[in-house]
């Protein structure tokens, strides 16, 4: 755990700036089974110290891969030196920040650090299973993971907080071969917030999950191609999420907005049917802890949830402190930064559709001609929110009834086009949150919804 060697330098701000010091320890945990061979054992821990100040529109940023009082000293000295280098020569002219009120925040769920011994003997237990359990596999990894931000934090408003977050995971991928000699692979991942000896004690907890995903794949191997074309379909909740943060999440981050992206002409109009609401959550949704919480942001602004659509109506952006005063809107703790040497950008935190009315049984009866498409393995979309994701994991729906598991496939369209086409909406939230975001920086983020009927572009053969 990081000890508190920035406190003390609050007197050394310089007055009329926004100051931000900020001391940061990455850890990562990592052990990889290839068919019951350990092909993988790594950690690693990464601190350093940083600093940024804001004068008149413009930031000076320093940072040392050390992290000791000379070390803060330092950074600080020399953001206040760049900051005041920008301010001369690309002198922007702009207001001083708006003040935030002063804050304390010490949050640290579990600082634990397992042996590399803990996360082989389990992985091992689980690859065992698999062994037995899965005899028509032609390959089998399982991975064991954990990964952990903790920050101490100080600026000038008067925030002062300490967190750590850590999040642990198992992933398990199969694969498996169709008929004609071709490999058809799925993978899940279990686990969620907090450290690796918490979230896995007993294997024996995710044996089921185990054999959902190996009776998926047995299907799957028997499978088919979709009909290329515009079709109805039910996204599942991963789908849901996964168009949430990628094709709708990413247009409407403030920066990207600035930058030309679709969502700067749709503010306060129609982009989806009115049984679509989006939320980015801080900590909490729907009555529960989000399975990513934050409750600061790396420019000491206090996460609160941001609605992005209302009933299909653009509501707002996601923001850091300038370009909320630039929209006219409220900072809610966005701006987050991976490493200690990174300034903190706009990102996503928990993105989700909140659920509806509808029963996932009801929503498949109503479809005669469809497809259920229940997970992804990636996905691309741009600022245009044209996106295009790979289905791995999908059935097709014939007279009301799922029928054949799909062979890998796509789906395509524009985001708030397909959106407006939405007409179902169920009443259960599904989370998908051991992933990493890839703008600019890598970010661990939380993305989920409920199943949605709508249509949209699939692809064939």
Not at 89 to 98: Q, T
Not at 292 to 304: C, I, R, S
Not at 451 to 457: P, Q
Request: charged share 20%; with cysteine; hydrophobic share 40%.
């Amino acid at each position: 755990m990081l000890n508190d060697i920035i406190s003390v330098r609050k007197g050394e701000f310089d007055s009329g700036t926004h100051t931000e010091l900020r001391g940061q320890l990455n850890r990562s945990r990592r052990v990889t089974l290839l068919s019951g061979a350990v092909v993988g054992n790594a950690r690693s821990d990464i601190s350093g110290i940083s600093a940024r100040v804001y004068k008149n529109g413009v930031y000076g940023f320093s940072s040392m891969a050390e992290y000791t009082p000379e070390a803060a000293a330092k950074v600080l000295h020399a953001a206040s030196e760049n900051a005041a280098f920008m301010d001369r020569h690309v002198p922007a002219g702009k207001p001083a920040l708006p003040s935030l009120p002063k804050k304390s925040l010490k949050l640290q769920n579990g600082n634990n650090d397992p042996a590399q011994k803990v996360y082989i003997d389990f992985s091992k237990e689980l690859d065992a299973y698999v062994e037995t359990h899965c005899p028509e596999l032609i390959s089998r990894v399982v991975i064991a993971t954990e990964d952990s931000m903790e920050k101490l934090l100080v600026t000038s408003d008067g925030m002062d907080a300490h967190t750590i977050l850590p999040r642990s995971y198992c992933y398990v991928f199969l694969t498996a071969q169709t008929p004609d000699g071709q490999p058809v692979e799925l993978f899940k991942a279990f686990g969620g917030e907090g450290t690796f000896d918490l979230n896995f004690t007993d294997p024996s907890v995710w044996y089921p999950e185990i054999d959902r995903l190996y009776e998926h794949l047995m299907k799957k191997r028997e499978g088919v191609y979709a009909d290329a074309g515009l079709k109805t379909v039910i996204l599942g909740g991963m789908m849901t999420g996964m168009l949430s943060h990628e094709a709708v999440g990413h247009t409407v981050e403030a920066d990207l907005v600035l930058g030309g992206s679709v969502a700067g002409h749709c503010l306060n109009k129609q982009v989806a049917s009115e049984k679509v609401t989006l939320t980015d959550f801080a900590n909490t949704a729907f009555g529960k802890r989000c399975p990513l919480p934050v409750f600061v942001d790396d420019e000491g602004t206090m996460a609160q949830d941001v609605t992005l659509i209302k009933d299909g109506i653009l509501t707002g952006y996601m923001n850091n402190r300038e370009s909320a005063l630039h929209f006219g809107m409220e900072p809610r703790g966005n701006a987050r930064a991976w490493m200690f040497s990174d300034e903190p950008l706009i990102r996503m935190r928990n993105t989700s559709v909140h659920p509806g009315n509808d029963k996932l049984e009801d929503m498949i009866a109503s479809i005669d001609d469809g497809y259920y498409l229940i997970d992804s393995g990636n996905g691309q979309a741009d600022t245009t929110g044209e996106f295009m994701f790979g289905v791995t994991m999908g059935y097709e729906i014939k007279g009301g009834k799922l029928g054949r598991a799909l062979l890998d496939t796509t789906i395509s369209g524009v985001a708030f086009d397909m959106l407006k086409t939405v007409d179902m909406v169920s009443d259960t939230v599904v989370w998908s949150s051991s992933g990493f975001c890839g703008k600019k920086q890598p970010m661990p983020v939380g993305m989920g919804g409920p199943a949605l009927r709508c249509k949209v572009m699939i692809g064939g053969r």
